[in-house]
């Protein structure tokens, strides 16, 4: 493969040096086609400090070997489940010669993939579609240059459902992505268009751009249903020749879809058929169960003791309504109300997961103090983790996503 030019433009004298520095600490561990461009991605993420920038690379090629991502992903075969329900693909390049990335997420049956197979089978098909991406970048750069090593997303969140999301096992696979992402791809992202996001995505969004990383919250560009609005922008870096009639191009396939379904490949449900035995539905889940009394609340203490974490809820009432709240005391004994109170009913589990920071006590409170008739039966599910411990993958229990400390009362 051609070497892509080593020249690089728009760098001050002190970040010239800090390259210099940088690529000769590395010398040892780099490879032929890691030139200035992909050095300068690791010194800018960590603000062109040469020795930061060290420890984070020699990590991530620690991971990269632990993982296989150069040896065996390449040749890996993903499960027929992945295969047929994973939704992505790519139909073109932007005007700089960047790949095009298309990603229908409705289409991520989130619980259905994790039902059946493992977590870490999902987030190597994910690994596989970015390499493969990357390689093409690479491939383009020789002929269009730098400006090509990067990569352009369309994510199109029409259908978007943020329950699937507020489940915890597709909650901490989120998180763990991000971290993977934010620790082994540096300032790969030229710009992502979310579009036909929902009102409540910015809920979503707020709790998930805690775990990133400035440039990568910089490139993200939000937009509503407004198709004009969206595709204006879109088409403004990419040719219409090189997207799918739905998102303003022109291109159709084989089949006439205005999706191009045959190319961007659309997921869906995945059919029960797929689901592991060994993997217990949510009726079965061990939820604590506990009578609130007429005039009475339930509060439920965790303890926080790091920032960037999440705390997650899933709960019910088997009849009637219940106030729902969460406070937050600090180590001086300053409390806030950090979610609510809301009144919730009876019907769905009510789920959620929102950003907390240590160290402080948080307390989740069940309140009934409003009914003077009705004792009212509530079961729960209620945790505090810190995803970047997450960081390394593991199909094993993990005792840091238990919480730091819990009580009630």
Not at 80 to 98: A, C, Q, R, Y
Not at 158 to 164: D, H
Request: charged residues 30%; hydrophobic residues 40%.
């Amino acid at each position: 493969m051609a070497p892509i030019s080593n020249t690089v433009v728009g760098i001050d004298d002190d970040q010239r040096f800090a390259l210099m520095k940088f690529r000769r600490s590395v010398k040892d561990v780099v490879k032929p086609e890691h030139n200035d461009h992909f050095l300068l991605r690791w010194l800018r993420a960590r603000q062109w400090d040469p020795e930061a920038a060290e420890k984070m690379l020699r990590d991530s090629l620690k991971w990269r070997e632990k993982w296989g991502v150069d040896t065996t992903l390449p040749t890996w075969q993903p499960p027929e489940v992945l295969e047929k329900h994973f939704p992505s693909g790519s139909t073109g390049f932007d005007k700089e010669g960047s790949p095009v990335i298309i990603v229908p997420f409705v289409g991520l049956d989130v619980w259905g993939l994790l039902h059946s197979l493992t977590r870490s089978d999902v987030i190597r098909m994910i690994l596989k579609h970015l390499e493969n991406y990357i390689a093409i970048a690479r491939k383009q750069a020789e002929t269009h240059g730098a400006a090509a090593l990067k990569l352009t997303v369309i994510f199109d969140l029409e259908g978007f459902n943020i329950k699937q999301y507020a489940w915890k096992p597709a909650a901490e696979m989120v998180f763990t992505l991000l971290q993977l992402y934010e620790a082994n791809y540096p300032e790969i992202l030229k710009i992502c268009f979310i579009v036909n996001a929902p009102k409540i995505f910015s809920l979503a969004f707020s709790v998930v751009k805690k775990f990133m990383h400035e440039y990568t919250i910089s490139k993200i560009k939000i937009y509503g249903t407004d198709a004009k609005k969206w595709q204006a922008q879109v088409l403004s870096i990419i040719d219409k020749d090189q997207i799918p009639v739905h998102y303003g191009g022109t291109m159709v396939d084989e089949n006439g879809d205005p999706r191009c379904s045959l190319i961007v490949k659309p997921g869906g449900k995945v059919p029960k058929s797929y689901y592991s035995k060994n993997i217990a539905s949510d009726s079965e889940k061990e939820y604590k169960k506990v009578t609130i009394k007429t005039g009475e609340k339930h509060v439920v203490d965790l303890l926080c003791l790091e920032n960037d974490s999440v705390l997650k809820w899933e709960f019910g009432i088997e009849s009637h309504d219940i106030k729902f709240s969460i406070k937050r005391k600090d180590e001086e004994g300053n409390e806030e109300v950090v979610h609510g109170p809301r009144k919730v009913g009876e019907g769905p589990v009510d789920v959620g997961v929102m950003p907390v920071k240590g160290p402080a006590t948080y307390s989740v409170v069940f309140d009934n103090k409003n009914a003077f008739l009705r004792n009212k039966k509530v079961y729960y599910d209620l945790l505090i983790s810190v995803p970047s411990r997450d960081l390394n993958m593991s199909d094993e229990p993990d005792d840091s996503c238990e919480p730091a400390a819990a009580g009630s009362k």
